[in-house]
């Protein structure tokens, strides 16, 4: 065999099916290899030791009960707006406009808090936030909806735009409705009567939030995979030349499904405003919508897996927060570490579903 | 002949997709100035097996020679420089370049439009070619198109050439043309694999045939010395009956009344102009044609599928009564009580949705019975058992998606799943493309069986020689037009032929 005739040193071929321990067990040294990379490029930039590092990160997420509360919170809050997309991503509807749902469900709940607080009773405010926050999250998914079926825009540009609408219509609001004058801010509403508060549950003041979160996924993975309309969603997402042949109304089920889509954005938007922070500013929703995207997608749209992801997400935030006050390391720092680790997790995807071949036998043969 | 070194020489090719062993030691040997004829069922590696010829696979194991050199493809770059090329079922040309700009696309060196077109008109006259250079190939036919391909690989110097199923598009009068250039080209030594499903072609076609069965090579013979009987056998490892059925139409009655119909597609161009017959319950309606003469079309508008811009489709019950059809989509003619099913062209784009499993793709047409919020899998689940065991679908299991099942496997859930709701009215376009015989045999046994159930069957061709031997009769279609219905028992393939080309089918039309 001559130089040019030579086998090449690797091929990549495909897998068939994978049984789930071989894919874990791929996920599950990524992670550690991302670890190891981490903590190589810890102890050349910073000369830290890397191991205090984790603990670190460890720590700011599970340090105190105070924390792991935090925690589960940012969890329930990331799952439910990853929970809300994730109907339209199984329909290959690209909603990237999360973020301005939820937002118009913030604005709508605070706006029946400020408005209606001196005419209505608290249960009757509580209910018309619930209304309207929903109503006003399905409105904000289901513009894009309705221009896609109708005349089909693209999606994901439409569903980025209305995020921006959202922003601009909060921010002019909180001028509006500011408190006290002059500060250009909401501050906290009704804070001394608490009217439009949602109750607190077993006195933990973020259980109610977990809860209803909780139930939420359960519903989501029943709707998705056992309802007549999870099944309508997943045909026309595979493909829509199908669903119409067998009678599947197309442009139906796209605004039906984000209208649930933005509805449950909305349902996101009131427990930011209604049960956590009591108050509304432009960046309430602190890119959720976005991050909700890599939430779903990592869990390949499955709701139950997108704790697991969500979780993922959260405590590598929580952790890259912890580092950078504990060591005075620049935030960036953090974003790197969650840059390594979320790029092997992506990647593992690769080996999951390719294999590579390895120049074999023929090559020791010639020695 | 078998001194001389083969051209090719495939040594103990073995081939893995993940757990599915496509080539298991597979041999193949070709010499020049010969058409092989590669033969199999479908999944029995013989596109794998070529796609290392040219280059789009790496084998796990096994040598190839060319020329008594042994030799490493590694793409399809590599293949080239060794002369191989292939000819895809699917052509891959830009359409708003000329067939010369095609030709020289991707190659290196300078640019000289008028020098490469002299030898492509060099290359066109040595082996009787009838291709403008110059023509932009969206004003091209199939088969125009099928010889830019040709071409393009002869252009490159290419010896050694692999069609993968040519005739699958072309109409009677072209596959002869191409044969006679395929047989001009082998005499001038060049060394041609063509994969087949249609029999007589290898009959009249090829030197030596050579048969894989589930991935392994099983031999190789000359052709003139077996039959088409024998070539079955041994690709199906058993002995099968080549007879297609015709049984009489009993009692038929006019069920699908279609005047007038004329289509056109979302650009404004004409698809059916005033197209008028009527099908029959009992009976099979063959519908001859070139590939995109209005078959699909006519079968979508009568689905339901396809608006259309003036004339009638007549659905008309046992008891006389009629219904109108246009401007009804399919699950208003549902609701009507008009069982009509169809298994559309593109299986996997359209009949079914590749990624779900066989049960899914059962309850496409079921799901939405009864009141519950939830679907029902258990009615699907039975079905798609019934299928697999009734059809004899090879599938790992109910759970596999139908993309990863043999193209008849996909087939045969498709038309199990269409057949199951009783039909009154059959439609199926190409029901057979890209089958091996012996899937192929199946299709048919089921369509005659619902026409024997009394089912009016309309069934879209391109293999005249089944056309003529299954449907009782048959609608010419040329360029949109009813070129004519003949009766397919005294029809003959000459006057099909000529019907699809020519309106009327006569010479001075």
Known sequence: ?367 | MNQEVPAVRMKNITKRFGPVLANDRAELTIYRGEILALLGENGSGKTTLMNMLSGIYYPDEGTIEIDGREVVIRSPKDAFALGIGMIHQHFKLVDVLTAAENIILGLEGRLDLRKSTEKIRAICDLYGFELNPEQKIYDMSVSQKQTVEIVKVLYRGADILILDEPTAVLTPQESDRLFAVLRKMRDDGKAIIIITHKMHEVESLSDRVAVLRDGRYICDLPTASTNAQEMTDLMVGHSVTLNIDRPEPVNPRPRIEVKGLTVRNEEGILRLEDVSFTANSGEILGIAGISGSGQKELLEAIAGLQPTESGTITYIEDNGEREELIGKDPLKIAAMGVSLSFVPEDRLGMGLVANMDLTDNMMLRSFRSGHSLFTDRNTPRHVAETVVSELEVSTPGLSTPVRRLSGGNVQKVLVGREITSAPTVLLTAYAVRGLDINSSYTIYDLINRQKKDGVAVIYVGEDLDVLLELADRILVLCGGRVSGIVDGKTATKQEVGLMMTRVGGTANE
């Open chain 1, 1 to 367: 065999m001559n130089k040019d005739t030579r086998e090449p040193l690797f091929h990549i071929s495909k897998r068939g099916a994978v049984k789930w321990y071989v894919s874990w067990l791929i996920r599950g040294s990524a992670v550690l290899l991302a670890l190891v990379v981490c903590a190589v490029i810890t102890m050349l930039m910073t000369g830290e030791n890397p191991i205090r590092i984790y603990a670190t990160i460890i720590n700011g997420s599970f340090g105190t009960p105070r924390k792991i509360w935090v925690l589960m919170q940012n969890i329930s809050m990331l799952l439910c707006v990853s929970l809300a997309v994730t109907p339209a991503f199984r329909m290959r509807f690209w909603n990237i406009g999360g973020e301005g749902q939820a937002l118009a469900g913030c604005f709508a709940s605070a706006a029946c808090m400020i408005l209606l607080r001196d005419t209505l009773p608290h249960w009757a405010i509580i209910c018309c936030m619930v209304v309207t926050s929903i109503a006003a999250g399905a409105l904000w998914g289901a513009i894009p909806a309705i221009f896609k079926a109708r005349w089909n825009t693209n999606e994901t540009l439409f569903t980025l735009m209305m995020n921006y609408i959202a922003t601009q219509l909060v921010a002019y609001f909180c001028v509006v409705w500011e408190s006290p004058k002059g500060s250009g801010q909401i501050g906290v509403i009704n804070s001394r009567t608490e009217i439009g508060w949602l109750p607190v549950v077993g006195g933990q003041k973020y259980l109610l939030n977990i809860i209803i979160v909780a139930v939420l996924c359960v519903l989501m993975y029943i709707y998705l995979g056992y309802s007549k309309h999870g099944y309508e969603i997943a045909v026309v997402g595979e493909s829509e030349r199908t669903a119409r042949y067998v009678g599947i109304k197309v442009d139906r089920i796209i605004i039906r499904t984000m209208l649930l889509s933005g509805g449950i954005c909305g349902l996101a938007g009131l427990l930011l405003v209604g049960s956590t922070n009591h108050t509304l500013t432009t960046t309430l929703v602190g890119g959720r919508g976005f991050t909700a995207v890599m939430v779903s997608w990592l869990a390949k749209f499955n709701p139950v897996w997108m704790i697991l992801t969500s979780f993922l997400i959260v405590f590598l935030e929580r952790g890259a927060g912890e580092i950078s006050t504990n060591f005075g390391l620049n935030q960036s720092f953090a974003d790197i570490l969650t840059g390594i680790i979320l790029f092997f997790i992506i990647g593992s995807d690769f080996f999951i579903n390719y294999r590579l071949n390895f120049r074999h036998a023929a090559g020791k043969e010639l020695k």
